[in-house]
């Protein structure tokens, strides 16, 4: 089984609200049907999720009661994400059902609490795709707090052991340093744990809640230690999900997994 994730920079242009980028969907949700793979599907928020949460103060927890107003509305634009995410798998002939992680995880300071799987392991015996996503759910601690994309995929990568996890991005994958901001940022091809703790990556300039590109590291370095491989995958470039898919070369990043 793969475990993946659609950043939400590639399915939605992050710099304007809920904006859905159907036709990169498309062609992503084509190339999940040609390889007739198993999987369970994890999407960002974007532009359905960010802006609304910084606007709230949401990952900063309960304090005021006009926050519930964001967190309504934060959750309601990224089960609609959802929606239109499962409506394009649909139509590229992929069975999947929606999983919102509150229904199935409360956090307590950021951190998994309770976690029940059941649900994922009857739909994936069923022969469906379990498609989830970053939202806002319960926190013990906080009140509720973000629940993002990367933090399931770690949690389900612990759970699943898949073959790789796949991270589907807007970058061909890791660089020396961002290469949207500086031109001698060298592409990593392949690199280990320990070599990812010695590299330097600047925050993205988003209106993101979760942690950009120095949090993907921590959360990929993380996986590797169970020993699962993961793969850095640019999304807007046309087969190479595909490709790393069905474990034929193409451009992104390969980070090795390594338990010792
Ligand atoms: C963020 O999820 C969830 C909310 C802001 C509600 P992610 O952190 O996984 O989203 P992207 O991939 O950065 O958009």
């Known amino acids: 089984m793969i475990l993946l994730k659609f950043g939400g920079s590639v399915i939605t242009d992050k710099t304007t609200e809920c904006c859905f980028k159907q036709p990169t969907v498309d062609q992503l949700a084509k190339e999940l049907f040609q390889a007739q793979k ?28 006009s926050q519930l107003k964001g967190f309504s509305l934060t959750h309601m634009m990224v089960q609609k994400l959802n929606s239109m995410v499962l409506n394009t798998l649909y139509d590229h002939g992929i069975p999947a059902v929606g999983l919102p992680p509150h229904a199935m995880m409360i956090l307590d300071n950021h951190q998994p609490l309770q976690f029940n799987t059941t649900i994922i392991d009857n739909y994936l015996d069923l022969g469906l795709t379990p498609v989830t996503y970053g939202d806002v759910i319960l926190d013990k601690s906080q009140g509720f707090s973000i629940c993002s994309g990367d933090l399931l995929i ?7 052991h898949p073959d790789k996890v796949i ?8 660089f020396t340093a ?28 988003y209106a993101d809640v979760t942690k950009g590109m120095q949090g993907k590291v921590e959360t990929i370095k993380r996986i590797a230690a169970h020993g ?18 069905i474990d034929k070369e193409t451009k992104y990043t390969h980070i090795f997994g390594d338990t010792i």
Not at 48 to 60: E, M, P, S, T, V
Not at 154 to 160: D, F, T, V
Not at 189 to 204: D, H, M, P, R, V
């Open 38 to 65: 198993s999987f369970i599907l994890v999407h960002g928020a974007g532009s359905f999720g960010h802006i609304q949460a910084k606007k709230y103060h949401l990952n900063n927890g309960y304090s005021t009661k």
């Open 154 to 160: 770690e949690i389900l990568a612990k759970q699943y």
């Open 167 to 174: 991270f589907v991005m807007d970058e061909d994958g890791l």
């Open 178 to 205: 961002n290469p949207k901001l500086n031109p001698d940022a060298k592409f990593i091809t392949e690199t280990t744990i320990k070599e990812l703790s010695s590299l330097q990556t600047t925050a993205n300039t």
């Open 228 to 245: 699962i491989d993961t793969y850095l995958v640019n999304g807007n470039i046309h087969n190479r999900l595909f490709h790393t898919l």
